[in-house]
């Protein structure tokens, strides 16, 4: 982890003779995105929000006209313009894989050879910005949240432009020069209205310094096509940079570009999400009283009050009409305007805003700034603090949400998990892994449902023990080694069991809600009961795991295994529906594969629900979590009975550990039965 006193440190001082390479830095670092598309990545970026962070998204306007600030800092912060580029292809290991994601591991390395902060830290800015939007959303700093939040789409926007990712940045070293601005202004503003933002949904990041340079390599794969995008539009236009030229330059490259806008945003709204998960998930505000703005203006009433030039002023007043329609100088977007009489009816004037949910008409504010004059009127602007007191209109609450796809979301906190609150049983697993559609993969996995899955009928051949655990387990992408499973039988033919199969259920809930699995668990499953998970591991993505891993106490899987021999309920209330706890613990394969896990004890009717297990022990129906080596909830409905046990094996193939849960039924049958029905007879 860095942080801003560790990258000032690292900041050095360019000697006097590099004064014609200080020119040119300051021509390259002034690039960056044109504005309006800076604004649309932070704007369209809450699309991808959850519905947890419906709140965060009434900001949507808030964070694209302070999308550009960063830019903005880079005349009057000497820090500032490193952050927004990286030139990776001047350091070796970006080639070899072996590139350092540590600032000060980065320096170590190289500093010897080269300014590695004149080369670019964006992965570090956005490493850094990630981590103090969380600070500042936990402690309740919402308006510092929010400007953070916007810095940070610059950086990612910045990050997903191929132009700041290399060396070549200009096309200096190919012929290409000018190209930096021609391609991410000249054309994109061209173009602006033919990107759309699609919403996939945002996830947790588990480290965002690797992802940023996950996407930075990805971005960086294109230099060479604008390159040659550029060679091939200069060749049809003549030589010109006019409309010949930039129809061909968008023809070569605005599928990706627009792709990579695409990307930037959902990249921009997952870590704004990992902020948050970060900071505890802490409750949004649906309005802020105190909100930073970048100015407000008035002109003087017909009395002839006014205030002196400089001064710093405090005005109260009430809100009294809006106007629309007009367009702001900076940037020529439309805003709204609203006119402002002070509490003693001696000024009225016009405030400025960029975002209509922040004020309206019949509001009580107070405005503190200082005095200008600007076009002959005079304003407040360098404004310290806005302060609503009062609303005379109903102010919003939080967002509630109820649609197929989402369960409500309140003050009340956790609610009813139904079966349909985000994935449907004949939903194609394939659906939700469009990323690894490069794989060219069997048309019969395009067959495979979540119900499938959740039965273990998937079709996808894998022994959870030995050799091929390992193999997976080791694997540094585990979606798609399940993807590439060889096929056992057809999807929902028969019964095969592999944790891969319940590990791609996480995935797929995570993609479905928006949350990680343990996100999404903690607010709907584990709050309401009162548990807390130790330990979860995750997978080499970040996704958590679905089938192993999982570290609860003993009397936590008690409450678990309560729950469902409750019916979803606790405390009179639902937690999970019913009709799925009654649909989970069916039998829907019955056979010897399934027999031979309880062949040491007298049972009958063995099978496998939604992840259940379940027999019957001397005409008494049970259904179990069955965990590897002895970590067992039995829920036996007969004797309104849970009984929980852990256990320890260390070798995964000696057969004494698959033993140990044959002694525990064994112990459940012949000592806790017969004491249980002497109770009840």
């Known amino acids: ?150 810095d940070l789409g610059h950086y990612v926007a910045d990050a997903h432009q191929p132009l700041h990712t290399t060396k070549n940045y200009d096309g200096q070293l190919t012929g290409n020069d000018g190209i930096h601005f021609r391609y991410e202004m000249d054309m994109v503003n061209r173009h602006l209205g033919e990107i759309t933002i699609t919403g996939d949904q945002a996830v947790y990041i588990a480290s965002p310094v690797d992802f940023a340079f996950q996407f930075i390599e990805e971005a960086w794969v294109f230099v060479d096509s604008i390159m040659i995008a550029d060679d091939i539009a200069r060749s049809e ?248 499973l060889p096929k056992s039988h057809e999807p929902g033919e028969d019964w095969d069991y592999s944790t891969p199969q319940t590990n791609l259920l996480s995935v797929i809930l995570t993609k479905a809600t928006g949350m990680s699995t343990k996100q999404f668990a903690d607010l709907y499953l584990f709050g309401p009961l009162g548990i807390t998970i130790a330990q979860w591991s995750q997978d080499p993505q970040g996704y958590y795991t679905g089938g192993h891993e999982m570290y609860f106490t003993p009397r936590d899987m008690a409450k678990f295994g309560l729950l469902y021999l409750n019916n979803a309920t606790l405390n009179e209330e639902e937690i999970v529906s019913k009709d799925w706890v009654l649909e989970s613990i069916q039998n829907y394969e019955y056979g010897n594969r399934i027999e031979d896990i309880f062949q040491y004890i007298e049972t009958s009717s063995a099978g496998y629900g939604y992840q259940w297990w379940t027999a019957t022990f001397y005409d008494h129906f049970c259904y179990m979590a069955r965990g590897c080596c002895g970590q067992v909830i039995y829920c036996i409905p007969d004797f309104d009975l849970v009984v929980v046990t852990t256990a320890c094996g260390t070798v995964m193939d000696d057969p004494i550990v698959f033993d140990q849960i044959a002694y525990i039924d064994r112990f459940l049958i012949n000592y806790i039965f017969p004491a249980i029905n002497d109770f009840w007879n």
């Open 237 to 484: 236009s003549g030589g010109l940079y006019d409309d010949v030229y930039y129809d061909a330059l968008w023809r070569e490259t605005g599928d990706f570009t627009v792709n990579q806008v695409q990307l930037a945003t959902r990249a921009l709204a997952s870590l704004w999400y990992t902020a948050w998960v970060e900071a505890g998930m802490p409750a949004i505000p649906a309005y802020l009283t105190s909100i930073p703005i970048k100015e407000i203006q008035y002109t003087t009433d017909p009395s002839g009050v006014s205030p002196l030039i400089g001064e710093i002023v405090t005005v109260s007043g009430i809100v009294t009409a809006e106007h629309r329609g007009e367009n702001h100088a900076n940037g020529g977007i439309s805003h709204a305007y609203f006119y402002m009489s002070d509490s003693a009816a001696a000024w009225c004037g016009i405030l400025v805003f960029y975002s209509d949910s922040m004020v309206a008409e019949g509001d009580s504010i107070t405005v503190t700034g200082t005095v200008s004059e600007y076009n002959g009127e005079t304003e407040i602007r360098d404004v310290t603090e806005f302060i609503r007191h009062s609303t005379r209109n109903s102010l919003p609450g939080p967002i509630d949400v109820s649609t197929n796809e989402a369960q409500e979301v309140s003050d009340r906190g956790p609610q009813k998990v139904t079966q349909d609150h985000t994935l449907q049983g004949d939903k194609k697993m394939m659906d939700y892994f469009p990323e690894y559609e490069y794989l060219n993969l069997d048309p019969w996995k395009y067959n495979i449902t979540i119900r499938h899955l959740l039965q273990m009928k998937g079709g996808l051949e894998f022994d959870d023990s030995g050799a091929s655990w390992l193999e997976y387990a080791s694997s540094s992408d585990w979606v798609k080694y399940a993807l590439e």
């Open 1 to 150: 982890m860095i942080n801003k006193h560790t990258i000032k440190n690292h900041k050095k001082l360019l000697p006097g003779c590099a004064i014609l390479f200080t020119l040119i830095l300051s021509v390259y670092t002034a690039w960056s995105w044109g504005f309006d598309i800076h604004r649309l990545i932070n704007k369209e970026s809450t699309i991808h929000l959850p519905v947890s962070m419906a709140n965060f998204t009434l900001y949507d306007d808030f964070l694209a006209i302070h999308s550009i600030d960063a830019d903005l800092r880079k005349s009057t912060d000497p820090d500032e313009a490193p952050r927004h580029y990286i030139d990776i292809d001047n350091f070796s290991g970006f080639f070899s894989g072996t590139l350092p994601h540590n600032l000060d591991s980065l320096i170590a390395q190289y500093g010897h050879l080269f300014d590695v902060i004149e080369n670019g830290i964006v992965p570090f800015a956005i490493e850094l910005f990630t981590d103090s939007l969380s600070q500042k959303m936990a402690a309740g700093e919402w308006s510092e949240a929010l400007l953070l939040a916007a």
